[in-house]
């Protein structure tokens, strides 16, 4: 069973950046879209930003030209580099794998807090 796995969390201060990865264990094939989505205490997931497989990105309004969304086709890898981070932006971040034939993939998540 192929697994996502992230990194890249942490702590980051206000004005701050961190750079998060999510890279799969094993092969994956017919991908579409690639996203991240976050969850902060007490709220429900929520996206935050897409790339598909044609690289075209889509961001969540708040995180418009904070966050770039990326990816390495050969390794199927996908990035988020977030800037200029705010308290807001501390929550629980998940990456997606979406396929055109069977289930999503989700990673496990990993922690960002903004905080000074």
């Known amino acids: 069973q192929v697994q996502l796995v992230e990194s890249g969390g942490g702590l980051g201060q206000p004005g701050g950046s961190l750079r998060l990865s999510c890279v799969p264990s094993g092969s994956i094939a017919h991908l579409i879209l690639m996203a991240w989505y976050r969850q902060a205490p007490g709220r429900q997931r929520e996206f935050v930003a897409s790339i598909s497989s044609a690289q075209i990105p889509f961001y969540l309004e708040s995180v418009k030209g904070r966050f770039t969304i990326s990816s390495d086709t050969g390794k199927n890898a996908l990035y988020l580099q977030m800037n200029d981070l705010k308290p807001d932006d501390t929550g629980v971040y998940y990456c997606?794998?979406?396929?055109?034939?069977?289930?999503?993939?989700w990673g496990q998540g990993t922690q960002v807090t903004v905080s000074s």
């Open positions: 997606k794998f979406e396929r055109l034939m069977g289930s999503d993939y």
